[in-house]
C-alpha cells in the first residue's frame, strides 16, 4: 500500500480559483458551496484541493502552497505560458495570479494563483543541494555567476542577483576573462528587463556590446546575450486576436 498526500490550498472566491485552473489544463473534480465551501482539481495526475482559512486566521498576501514535480519543466512552463495568454491577453508577470519566467536550464519555476497560493514547479531530477555562494569548484566572477543563477533561478530574487553581479564586476571584471563579463552584463540586462529598470538595461547593454568577443565566443554565449530581448518579448506578446 501507498500514501497520497494532497496539497490543501486556501480558496479564496472558489469559482475564481477554480476557473483560473481549468484555464491551465485542470478538470474540476468537486465544487460545494454549503455547508462550507470546498474544491478540488485535478490534472497530470495531480491534485489540489481548496478551502476557506480557519476563523480568525490572518493569511500572508502570498505563501508556498505546494511542491509540483514534473518530469519536464520547461515543457510544463510552455503549456502553462499559452494558457494564461490565451486567458489574460499577456504574460502575468506581476502581481496576482503571475508566473515567473524561465530560462534554458533552469529546474523550477512559480506559479502564482489568484488567491496567492505558490506552486512551485520543480523538475523531479532537480539537484538536492545548491552551493548558495556560488560553486566552490569556481573562482572569481565565474563563481559570483553561479551565485547570481542560483539567487535568480531557484530564489526568484532579482535583486540579490543583480547586487551580488554588480559587486562582482567590481572585484573581478580586470581579472575575469571576456565571455565571463559578457554573461554578467547579459544577465544584468535581462533583470533589468524583468524589473522594468530602462536605465540600468540601457547601461549593461552598452556594456556587453563592448566586450570584444571572439566568433567563436558570440556563438557560444548567443542564448545569454540574447535573454533580455526575448525575456521583452514574452513580457509583451499579446494573445492572437
Given at each position: 500500500m501507498?500514501?497520497?498526500a494532497v496539497p490543501l490550498l486556501w480558496s479564496g472566491e472558489l469559482p475564481t480559483t477554480l476557473a483560473f485552473y481549468q484555464a491551465l489544463g485542470y478538470t474540476v473534480t468537486y465544487e460545494q458551496t454549503r455547508p462550507y465551501v470546498y474544491g478540488a482539481v485535478e490534472g497530470h495526475g495531480c491534485a489540489l484541493h481548496f478551502a476557506t482559512a480557519p476563523p480568525g486566521v490572518t493569511l500572508p498576501t502570498e505563501h508556498v502552497g505546494a511542491l509540483v514535480m514534473v518530469d519536464d519543466v520547461a515543457a510544463r512552463h510552455a503549456e502553462f505560458t499559452a494558457a494564461l495568454r490565451a486567458v489574460y491577453g499577456r504574460i502575468p508577470?506581476?502581481?496576482?495570479?503571475?508566473?515567473t519566467r524561465f530560462r534554458p536550464g533552469q529546474s523550477r519555476f512559480s506559479l502564482v494563483d489568484p488567491v496567492g497560493?505558490?506552486?512551485?514547479?520543480?523538475?523531479?531530477?532537480?539537484?538536492?543541494?545548491?552551493?548558495?555562494?556560488?560553486?566552490?569548484?569556481?573562482t572569481g566572477l565565474a563563481r559570483v555567476l553561479d551565485n547570481a543563477r542560483i539567487?535568480?533561478?531557484?530564489?526568484?530574487?532579482?535583486?540579490?542577483?543583480?547586487?551580488?553581479?554588480?559587486?562582482?564586476?567590481?572585484?573581478?571584471?580586470?581579472?575575469?576573462?571576456?565571455p565571463d563579463r559578457a554573461r554578467a552584463y547579459a544577465a544584468l540586462a535581462e533583470i533589468a528587463v524583468a524589473t522594468e529598470d530602462s536605465e540600468?538595461?540601457?547601461?549593461?547593454?552598452?556594456e556587453l556590446d563592448a566586450v570584444e568577443l571572439t566568433a567563436a565566443e558570440h556563438a557560444a554565449l548567443s542564448?545569454?546575450?540574447?535573454?533580455?530581448?526575448?525575456?521583452?518579448?514574452?513580457?509583451?506578446?499579446?494573445?492572437?486576436?
Open positions: 501507498t500514501d497520497t508577470a506581476k502581481g496576482l495570479p503571475r508566473i497560493n505558490t506552486l512551485l514547479v520543480i523538475q523531479r531530477d532537480e539537484p538536492m543541494e545548491l552551493e548558495y555562494g556560488g560553486s566552490r569548484a569556481l539567487l535568480r533561478d531557484f530564489k526568484n530574487d532579482d535583486k540579490a542577483a543583480a547586487r551580488v553581479l554588480e559587486t562582482g564586476l567590481r572585484r573581478f571584471a580586470t581579472t575575469a576573462s571576456a540600468r538595461l540601457a547601461r549593461w547593454r552598452a542564448a545569454d546575450t540574447a535573454a533580455s530581448d526575448l525575456l521583452a518579448t514574452w513580457l509583451t506578446t499579446t494573445a492572437p486576436g
